[in-house]
């Protein structure tokens, strides 16, 4: 199914409020994915199916995790909202003939984050969160880290998420403690990579010297 054809679709299924969430989340990531040489028309069509099991009521949902062999763990049974992630996945799969299983992957997982994500799944994951219909106190801020640093982003987003379940004494779901932690060490990773870069580069011209003499 084409872009346009996605639109429509989808214009007629979502509540007005989610169809233009869902377009502003396809614009945002759009310009992620130039930024971060991830393909434009994979992280679209991504963005815009991301929400697309949002508006079911929990009947429905359960039902549809049923027929499409949707497992629901146990923190998803008391936080039902998490299952739209996986399940909007198996909906674009089997309703809108998606077959793409990067863009499937993005959308399962754009509600919990989960270890190891790609840029994709990254840029899923916080175009939901700075798409411009959204408007929450630090969205400015979060919008220009995301363009400027997409891990860094990530990373604040999900720390975002943990202190506000916390807060409002709610679960927390594994995948997204081990999306963080995973985050966290890579971020370290990259610092202790580039501080070592730093120092070898700041001793070359003394190891050119020491060999050459
Ligand atoms: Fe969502
Ligand atoms: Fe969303």
Redesign the pocket.
């Known amino acids: 199914m084409d872009e346009i054809k996605l639109l429509e679709r989808l214009k007629s299924e979502l509540s007005e409020d989610r169809y233009l969430h869902s377009i502003g989340a396809m614009e945002s990531a759009g310009d992620l994915a130039i930024l971060n040489g991830v393909d434009v028309r994979r992280a679209r069509i991504a963005a815009l199916l991301?929400?697309c099991a949002?508006e079911l009521s929990i009947e429905k949902m359960l039902i549809m995790a049923h027929r499409y062999k949707v497992a629901i763990d146990e923190v998803s049974m008391w936080e039902t909202v998490l299952i739209?992630?996986p399940l909007g996945a198996k909906i674009a799969e089997h309703q809108y003939c998606v077959n793409d299983h990067e863009i499937l992957d993005a959308i399962e997982c754009?509600?919990t984050g989960k270890k190891n994500m790609t840029k994709l799944d990254k840029i899923i994951y916080i175009s939901?969160y700075i798409e411009p219909y959204r408007d929450f106190e630090g969205v400015n801020e979060l919008r220009r880290m995301a363009m400027e640093d997409l891990d860094a982003a990530v990373k604040f987003a999900l720390d975002f998420t943990i202190s506000d379940l916390l807060n409002t004494g709610r679960l927390i779901h594994p995948r997204t403690l081990e999306a963080r932690n995973h985050m966290m060490i890579l971020i370290s990773m990259d610092k202790a990579i580039s501080a070592q870069c730093l120092k070898t580069h700041s001793f070359a011209p003394f190891s050119v010297f020491i060999t050459s003499a």
Request: overall charge negative.
């Open positions: 991301h929400d949002k739209h992630g754009h509600t939901d």
